[in-house]
């Protein structure tokens, strides 16, 4: 299916607020917004440690491949 892009706004908001209570107790709250981008952030590298794990190149960890 494609994206419906109508809903991103909704997401967006929704992930911010609800980050609001972990930025008020360890941050601001004025970076509650750059929530959703940590959390792509997170992903792809989840994805890309993943994907070379599968593809047999391992990973880099303290000068050496695991």
């Known amino acids: ?4 892009r109508r809903w991103l706004p909704a997401t967006w908001l ?3 607020v609800a980050g609001l209570p972990w ?3 360890f941050g601001s709250p004025a970076l509650a ?3 959703p981008l ?3 952030f997170v992903q792809l590298a989840a994805v890309w440690g993943i994907s070379n794990r599968a593809l ?3 990973l880099p ?3 050496r491949r695991v």
Request: aromatic residues 4%; hydrophobic residues 40%.
């Open 61 to 63: 960890w303290k000068g």
């Open 14 to 16: 929704a992930a911010t």
């Open 1 to 4: 299916g494609q994206l419906d």
């Open 56 to 58: 047999g190149r391992g």
């Open 23 to 25: 930025t008020r107790r």
């Open 33 to 35: 917004p750059a929530i």
């Open 38 to 40: 940590a959390a792509l």
